[in-house]
């Protein structure tokens, strides 16, 4: 896509890009001007790349870019789409929203975060708002407001019923919203987890048409945009308070982000097993052993080194 | 179009069935995936319960381009996940890396590319920047955005494709795969400072 690269395809496919949801989009002339010639398909792929790359940061990225005063950003919860995914683009969002606070950027500067290090946190929100932080999880307040929130890590979240308050919570690739419940919410990059212990929440994702109601002893998966729903064992939820992990078909990759605060240390898992699911019941610990007992229940290979530790297809 | 949604659908996918696969085949470039893909569309509208749907044709190649796209974009996720270890592992052997914070190491890799993207987007020219922030930062339509702007549905699209293709040029890797996920592999955040004109 670089040297060889024709400007006039570029551009060709950027027109093609940007029309691609309007109604009146020209289907059969884009086939006719795919099947031209390859590099056009490589072109809108790279379009596709770029596209998702600031779809994903779009927080981070818009707490970055000067203040445009003609461009008018809408007042806080004025409008419906606008903001609604704003914090919804996953750990790299939240992380490099993290990021720019610490920066102490204009924008991000009234932001408020809790962080956990190695033990968990218990954090007032406010009157009848409570959180208990997993290890190594971070919560913000956009803009201080506590009823915004977005969470990179673990928590388990109880809020006292008050039909004038609805929280929202921003997580991996979903978002979730409660009025009065006791409830978990897990985010890390592109996979979340949501299990409510009593009332209900609803949760939106990407990967949904439209957010989903999830009642209590129940428990959603999203893992990049697909989304699983499951039944959970009440007491299960959020079971990392009484010293255990509890997995249910969890994708591989988000045990691995558990594990990862748990240790503290990257953990990484390889392309071809990170669909896997995994179920199980794990000891925390000090957390040195996970990586190995997932593995072994999982029936994977872990490789560890300085960098961090890694799960691979076992040998056979 | 038949008043009834669900075989409505059913019957336009049947009908066009030959053209949905020819644009999957032109898309992806593969018979294989393109067949995959056909599957997948057949399941979305089977699974599909809203009204009536205005124009179910290109309907159906909406369905099956965003497919495709996620496909593209979970390829990305993979390859980019590969070449994030790849880079510990490369930092690792490098002797001095400073591992005792391994989250700030994840942040920094991340902050450096949601840098240079706010950087090429804040590079755009006025008008298709503009429209840029407002549809991809804001999350505002292309209907809504003409209304702010006082332009055309089509000039704003205009706008949008002066935008991509000016951030394609400005991101552009020097390696060979697109560049998903935000991993650039131009670490230096090489950019062309000549902007071409706007479409307005």
New interface residues.
């Given amino acids: 896509m670089n040297r060889h690269d024709d400007p006039e395809i570029g551009e060709a496919a950027a027109a093609w890009f940007a029309a691609q949801d309007a109604d009146d989009m020209d289907w059969d002339g884009f086939t006719t001007w795919l099947e031209a010639d390859p590099r056009h398909r490589a072109a809108i792929d790279a379009l596709a790349a770029i596209d998702h790359a600031v779809a994903r940061q779009r927080t981070a990225i818009g707490a970055l870019l000067p203040h445009e005063p003609q461009a008018q950003a809408p007042e806080y919860g004025h409008r419906r789409a606008p903001n609604r995914w704003r914090w919804a683009m996953g750990a790299g969002g939240a992380i490099a929203a993290a990021l720019a606070v610490a920066l102490a950027l204009p924008e991000a500067a009234s932001d408020r975060s809790w962080t956990s290090d190695a033990g968990v946190r218990q954090v007032a929100l406010s009157n009848g708002v409570s959180a208990t932080l997993a290890p190594h999880s971070r919560l913000v307040a956009r803009g201080g407001d506590v009823r915004e929130l977005a969470l990179n890590g673990s928590a388990f979240f109880d809020v006292a019923h008050d039909p004038a308050r609805t929280l929202r919570i921003t997580a991996g690739a979903i978002e979730v919203r409660d009025i009065g419940t006791r409830f978990e919410v897990t985010g890390a990059d592109g996979d979340a987890r949501v299990a409510v212990a009593e009332g209900q929440v609803s949760v939106g994702s990407a990967g949904l048409d439209r957010p989903v109601t999830l009642a209590a002893g129940r428990a959603l998966v999203a893992h990049g945009d697909t989304v699983t729903l499951a039944p959970v064992d009440r007491g299960d939820v959020a079971r990392w308070r009484q010293g255990q992990l509890v997995y249910d078909q969890a994708p591989l990759s988000l045990v691995a982000s558990d594990v990862a605060r748990y240790t503290g240390r990257p953990v990484t898992v390889d392309p071809r097993i990170a669909d896997r699911r995994f179920s199980g019941v794990l000891t925390i610990g000090d957390g040195q052993r996970l990586a190995k007992d997932v593995a072994s229940i999982a029936g994977v290979a872990v490789r560890s080194d300085h960098a961090g530790v890694r799960l691979e297809p076992s040998g056979r | 179009m038949t008043p009834n949604a669900e075989t409505g659908l059913r019957a336009l996918y049947i009908e066009h069935r030959a053209?949905l696969k020819?644009?999957l085949v032109?898309?992806?470039?593969n018979a294989t995936e393109a067949q995959d893909l056909m599957q997948d569309v057949w399941l979305r509208i089977e699974a599909e319960r809203?009204g009536p749907i205005?124009?179910g044709?290109?309907y159906l190649?909406?369905v099956a381009?965003n497919l495709v796209?996620?496909h593209?974009?979970?390829r990305?996720?993979?390859a980019a996940?590969?070449r994030?270890?790849a880079d510990?592992?490369l930092?690792?052997r490098a002797g001095e890396a400073d591992?005792a914070d391994?989250?700030a190491?994840?942040?920094a890799m991340?902050?450096q590319?949601?840098?240079r993207?706010?950087a090429a987007?804040?590079a755009l020219p006025p008008g298709a920047g503009?429209a840029f922030?407002?549809h991809?930062?804001?999350?505002?339509?292309?209907a809504e955005i003409a209304a702010?702007l006082g332009i055309s549905?089509k000039g704003v699209?205009?706008h949008?494709?002066?935008?991509?293709?000016h951030?394609?040029?400005m991101?552009?890797?020097?390696n060979?795969a697109?560049?998903?996920?935000?991993n650039w592999g131009d670490r230096r955040g090489r950019r062309h400072d000549q902007v071409t004109g706007d479409a307005s």
């Fill in positions: 053209e020819r644009f032109a898309r992806t470039g809203s205005a124009n044709r290109a190649f909406r381009n796209l996620d593209v974009r979970e990305g996720r993979r996940r590969e994030d270890w510990v592992a930092d690792q591992l391994p989250g190491e994840v942040a991340l902050s590319n949601v840098t993207l706010a987007i804040a503009r922030r407002l991809k930062i804001d999350g505002l339509s292309h702010q549905r699209e205009k949008m494709a002066v935008a991509m293709a951030l394609r040029r991101l552009n890797d020097d060979d697109p560049a998903a996920d935000g």
